[in-house]
Protein backbone atom coordinates (compact mmCIF):
# COMPACT_ATOMS: atom_id res chain seq x y z
CA UNK A 1 0.00 0.00 0.00
CA UNK A 2 0.58 3.63 -0.36
CA UNK A 3 0.89 6.10 2.01
CA UNK A 4 -2.34 7.37 3.31
CA UNK A 5 -5.25 8.93 0.63
CA UNK A 6 -5.96 11.91 1.80
CA UNK A 7 -9.85 11.87 1.72
CA UNK A 8 -10.01 8.38 4.68
CA UNK A 9 -11.41 9.40 7.47
CA UNK A 10 -10.27 6.13 9.64
CA UNK A 11 -8.65 2.70 9.22
CA UNK A 12 -9.72 -0.25 10.60
CA UNK A 13 -7.27 -3.78 10.06
CA UNK A 14 -9.13 -6.73 11.03
CA UNK A 15 -6.13 -8.37 8.92
CA UNK A 16 -2.77 -7.11 8.52
CA UNK A 17 0.76 -8.18 6.10
CA UNK A 18 1.40 -9.37 2.61
CA UNK A 19 3.28 -11.43 0.60
CA UNK A 20 3.46 -9.41 -2.19
CA UNK A 21 6.60 -7.96 -1.86
CA UNK A 22 6.39 -4.77 -3.54
CA UNK A 23 9.29 -2.31 -4.54
CA UNK A 24 12.18 -3.68 -3.07
CA UNK A 25 11.12 -3.66 0.16
CA UNK A 26 10.08 -0.32 0.68
CA UNK A 27 5.88 -0.83 0.46
CA UNK A 28 4.73 1.89 3.10
CA UNK A 29 2.82 -0.96 5.59
CA UNK A 30 5.53 -3.10 5.86
CA UNK A 31 7.85 -0.40 6.81
CA UNK A 32 5.62 0.62 9.50
CA UNK A 33 4.63 -2.83 10.91
CA UNK A 34 8.07 -4.20 11.27
CA UNK A 35 9.09 -0.46 12.95
CA UNK A 36 6.15 -1.08 15.45
CA UNK A 37 6.52 -5.22 15.79
CA UNK A 38 7.85 -5.09 19.33
CA UNK A 39 5.16 -2.31 20.66
CA UNK A 40 2.11 -4.00 18.32
CA UNK A 41 3.05 -7.68 19.13
CA UNK A 42 3.21 -8.82 15.51
CA UNK A 43 5.01 -8.24 12.11
CA UNK A 44 4.00 -8.06 8.36
CA UNK A 45 3.29 -11.76 8.12
CA UNK A 46 -0.42 -12.12 7.46
CA UNK A 47 -2.62 -12.67 10.55
CA UNK A 48 -6.11 -12.20 11.09
CA UNK A 49 -7.33 -9.77 14.30
CA UNK A 50 -10.23 -11.47 15.45
CA UNK A 51 -10.99 -8.93 18.11
CA UNK A 52 -10.91 -6.11 15.88
CA UNK A 53 -14.53 -7.57 14.74
CA UNK A 54 -15.71 -5.81 17.21
CA UNK A 55 -15.38 -2.59 16.16
CA UNK A 56 -17.48 0.17 15.96
CA UNK A 57 -18.03 2.76 13.00
CA UNK A 58 -20.21 5.46 13.11
CA UNK A 59 -22.25 6.94 10.20
CA UNK A 60 -21.31 8.91 7.15
CA UNK A 61 -17.48 8.07 7.43
CA UNK A 62 -15.07 6.89 5.32
CA UNK A 63 -13.34 3.80 6.38
CA UNK A 64 -9.73 1.98 4.90
CA UNK A 65 -10.32 -1.32 5.34
CA UNK A 66 -6.88 -3.13 5.54
CA UNK A 67 -4.50 -0.34 5.26
CA UNK A 68 -1.77 -2.26 6.53
CA UNK A 69 -1.83 -5.16 4.11
CA UNK A 70 -4.32 -6.70 1.19
CA UNK A 71 -6.92 -7.95 2.31
CA UNK A 72 -7.64 -9.88 -1.04
CA UNK A 73 -4.03 -11.15 -1.53
CA UNK A 74 -3.92 -14.99 -2.55
CA UNK A 75 -3.05 -16.22 0.92
CA UNK A 76 -5.78 -14.63 2.84
CA UNK A 77 -8.45 -17.34 3.86
CA UNK A 78 -11.88 -16.96 2.45
CA UNK A 79 -13.53 -16.97 5.54
CA UNK A 80 -11.86 -14.17 6.67
CA UNK A 81 -12.47 -11.94 3.92
CA UNK A 82 -16.20 -13.09 4.52
CA UNK A 83 -16.39 -12.34 7.97
CA UNK A 84 -14.96 -8.52 6.63
CA UNK A 85 -17.67 -8.31 4.50
CA UNK A 86 -20.19 -9.37 6.67
CA UNK A 87 -19.22 -6.53 9.03
CA UNK A 88 -19.23 -3.99 6.51
CA UNK A 89 -22.79 -5.26 5.15
CA UNK A 90 -24.23 -4.67 8.97
CA UNK A 91 -22.75 -1.42 8.57
CA UNK A 92 -24.60 0.28 5.96
CA UNK A 93 -24.63 3.46 6.87
CA UNK A 94 -20.42 3.52 6.60
CA UNK A 95 -18.71 3.55 3.77
CA UNK A 96 -15.48 0.89 3.27
CA UNK A 97 -12.73 1.80 1.40
CA UNK A 98 -11.06 -1.46 -0.19
CA UNK A 99 -7.60 -1.77 -2.19
CA UNK A 100 -5.75 -4.50 -3.47
CA UNK A 101 -3.09 -5.51 -6.24
CA UNK A 102 -5.34 -8.62 -6.77
CA UNK A 103 -8.28 -7.47 -8.41
CA UNK A 104 -8.93 -10.44 -10.30
CA UNK A 105 -10.17 -12.08 -6.22
CA UNK A 106 -12.88 -9.32 -6.12
CA UNK A 107 -14.81 -11.41 -8.55
CA UNK A 108 -15.24 -14.27 -5.96
CA UNK A 109 -16.88 -12.68 -3.19
CA UNK A 110 -20.30 -10.53 -3.12
CA UNK A 111 -18.78 -6.96 -2.45
CA UNK A 112 -21.39 -5.28 -0.51
CA UNK A 113 -22.76 -2.11 -2.10
CA UNK A 114 -21.56 0.31 0.76
CA UNK A 115 -17.67 0.14 -0.40
CA UNK A 116 -15.20 1.84 -2.63
CA UNK A 117 -13.32 -0.89 -4.71
CA UNK A 118 -9.32 0.31 -5.28
CA UNK A 119 -6.65 -0.78 -7.34
CA UNK A 120 -3.47 -0.03 -7.77
CA UNK A 121 -2.30 0.13 -11.09
CA UNK A 122 1.00 2.64 -10.72
CA UNK A 123 1.97 2.40 -14.58
CA UNK A 124 0.93 0.12 -17.52
CA UNK A 125 4.34 -1.67 -18.15
CA UNK A 126 5.14 -4.66 -16.44
CA UNK A 127 8.49 -3.52 -14.27
CA UNK A 128 8.28 -6.53 -12.35
CA UNK A 129 8.57 -4.89 -8.85
CA UNK A 130 5.61 -6.54 -6.85
CA UNK A 131 4.65 -9.94 -7.03
CA UNK A 132 1.20 -9.32 -7.63
CA UNK A 133 -1.07 -9.83 -10.73
CA UNK A 134 0.46 -6.95 -13.33
CA UNK A 135 -0.58 -3.94 -14.49
CA UNK A 136 -2.16 -5.78 -17.43
CA UNK A 137 -3.65 -8.42 -15.06
CA UNK A 138 -5.40 -5.87 -12.73
CA UNK A 139 -6.87 -3.76 -15.40
CA UNK A 140 -8.77 -6.44 -16.74
CA UNK A 141 -10.11 -7.75 -13.84
CA UNK A 142 -11.02 -4.13 -12.74
CA UNK A 143 -12.53 -2.44 -15.74
CA UNK A 144 -15.32 -4.61 -15.56
CA UNK A 145 -16.18 -4.20 -12.01
CA UNK A 146 -19.49 -2.50 -11.11
CA UNK A 147 -20.23 0.32 -8.12
CA UNK A 148 -18.15 2.96 -7.13
CA UNK A 149 -13.93 2.74 -7.71
CA UNK A 150 -10.96 4.05 -7.10
CA UNK A 151 -7.30 3.56 -8.79
CA UNK A 152 -3.97 4.48 -7.05
CA UNK A 153 -1.51 5.51 -9.65
CA UNK A 154 1.18 5.45 -7.01
CA UNK A 155 4.00 5.20 -6.54
CA UNK A 156 3.65 6.17 -10.46
CA UNK A 157 6.33 4.76 -12.34
CA UNK A 158 7.03 5.13 -15.80
CA UNK A 159 4.46 4.75 -18.19
CA UNK A 160 2.65 4.69 -21.84
CA UNK A 161 0.53 8.28 -21.91
CA UNK A 162 -2.41 7.13 -24.22
CA UNK A 163 -2.58 3.54 -22.96
CA UNK A 164 -2.35 4.03 -19.16
CA UNK A 165 -5.19 7.00 -20.30
CA UNK A 166 -7.17 4.69 -22.23
CA UNK A 167 -6.79 1.80 -19.00
CA UNK A 168 -7.99 4.52 -16.34
CA UNK A 169 -11.52 6.01 -18.60
CA UNK A 170 -12.35 2.68 -19.04
CA UNK A 171 -12.30 1.42 -15.95
CA UNK A 172 -14.31 4.60 -15.36
CA UNK A 173 -12.87 5.54 -11.40
CA UNK A 174 -14.75 7.90 -9.23
CA UNK A 175 -11.37 9.16 -8.57
CA UNK A 176 -7.89 8.56 -8.77
CA UNK A 177 -5.08 9.47 -6.70
CA UNK A 178 -1.40 10.08 -8.18
CA UNK A 179 1.58 10.47 -6.31
CA UNK A 180 5.59 9.75 -6.50
CA UNK A 181 7.92 7.17 -4.56
CA UNK A 182 7.79 8.61 -1.16
CA UNK A 183 10.84 6.18 0.21
CA UNK A 184 13.96 6.21 -2.34
CA UNK A 185 12.91 2.52 -3.89
CA UNK A 186 14.81 3.18 -7.11
CA UNK A 187 11.77 2.87 -9.01
CA UNK A 188 11.62 3.74 -13.18
CA UNK A 189 9.58 6.78 -12.66
CA UNK A 190 8.56 9.29 -15.22
CA UNK A 191 9.01 13.00 -15.72
CA UNK A 192 6.67 15.31 -13.84
CA UNK A 193 6.04 17.08 -16.85
CA UNK A 194 4.70 13.47 -18.22
CA UNK A 195 2.65 12.93 -15.10
CA UNK A 196 1.39 16.19 -15.18
CA UNK A 197 -0.17 15.96 -18.60
CA UNK A 198 -1.65 12.53 -17.50
CA UNK A 199 -3.09 14.88 -14.92
CA UNK A 200 -4.84 17.15 -17.38
CA UNK A 201 -5.96 14.52 -19.93
CA UNK A 202 -7.66 12.74 -16.81
CA UNK A 203 -9.43 15.71 -15.48
CA UNK A 204 -10.09 16.71 -19.15
CA UNK A 205 -12.34 13.42 -19.52
CA UNK A 206 -14.10 14.70 -16.34
CA UNK A 207 -12.05 12.07 -13.50
CA UNK A 208 -11.12 13.25 -9.80
CA UNK A 209 -7.63 13.51 -9.54
CA UNK A 210 -6.26 13.28 -6.02
CA UNK A 211 -2.45 14.76 -6.43
CA UNK A 212 -0.64 13.39 -3.53
CA UNK A 213 3.26 15.67 -4.23
CA UNK A 214 3.16 19.25 -3.11
CA UNK A 215 5.38 19.54 -6.77
CA UNK A 216 2.34 18.16 -9.05
CA UNK A 217 -0.21 20.51 -7.77
CA UNK A 218 0.37 23.30 -10.54
CA UNK A 219 -1.31 21.69 -13.36
CA UNK A 220 -2.02 23.97 -16.32
S1 LIG B 1 0.47 -4.84 -2.08
FE1 LIG B 1 0.59 -3.01 -0.80
S2 LIG B 1 0.82 -3.81 1.29
FE2 LIG B 1 1.36 -5.47 -0.09
S3 LIG B 1 3.60 -5.33 -0.29
FE3 LIG B 1 2.63 -4.22 -2.00
S4 LIG B 1 2.57 -2.09 -1.34
FE4 LIG B 1 2.86 -3.40 0.51
Not at 126 to 151: I, Q, T, W
Not at 181 to 192: C, G, H, T, V
Request: glycine fraction near 4%; charged fraction near 25%.
Amino acid sequence: MSRMFGFIVKTWNPVTGCLHDCYNGKCWASLICNRFKKKWGYDFSPRFHFERLNEKFKPNTLVFTVSMGDLFGWWVKPEWIEKILNKIKENPKTTFFLETKNPPRYWHFSIPKNTIKSTTIETNRNYKVSKAPSPLERYKAFKYLDGVKHVSIEPIMDFDHDVLLKWISEIEPWKVSIGYDNYNAKLPEPSIAKTKALIKDLKAIGIQVEIKNQFLKEVE
